[in-house]
């Protein structure tokens, strides 16, 4: 099964900037679709944007604008770049990527997650 590693998290003050990097051990065109998401404690797992393999993006409205998806389909790598960043965005950001087989998820990988925290 493939593997993602996330990368790029840490601290920031309130209006800082991260980029996070996900990188998969298998060309991402394998998938049908790579996603972000986040998890704050005690809360549940919260969309962020995707890209699928055609490259069309989808983002959380709450969340566009600030922060942008984009790939590097020879470093096998999906980025988010998070800007004009507020302590309510601290949280784990994990990486995720599936594979459709007649609209069924197969493949439903998720990374270790990277720790974002955005200081007031």
């Known amino acids: 099964q493939a593997q993602l590693v996330e990368s790029g998290g840490g601290s920031v003050q309130t209006g800082g900037s991260l980029r996070l990097s996900c990188a998969a051990s298998?060309?991402?065109?394998?998938?049908?679709?790579m996603a972000w998401y986040r998890q704050a404690p005690g809360t549940q797992r919260e969309f962020i944007a995707s890209i699928t393999n055609a490259g069309i993006t989808a983002y959380a409205g709450s969340l566009k604008g600030r922060f942008t998806i984009s790939r590097d389909i020879a470093k096998n790598t999906v980025y988010l770049q998070m800007n004009s960043l507020k302590p309510e965005d601290t949280a784990v950001y994990y990486c995720n990527a599936f594979r459709l087989r007649s609209g069924i998820k197969i493949d439903d990988v998720w990374g270790q997650g990277t720790q974002v925290t955005v200081s007031s």
């Open positions: 298998r060309s991402i065109f394998t998938f049908n679709e």
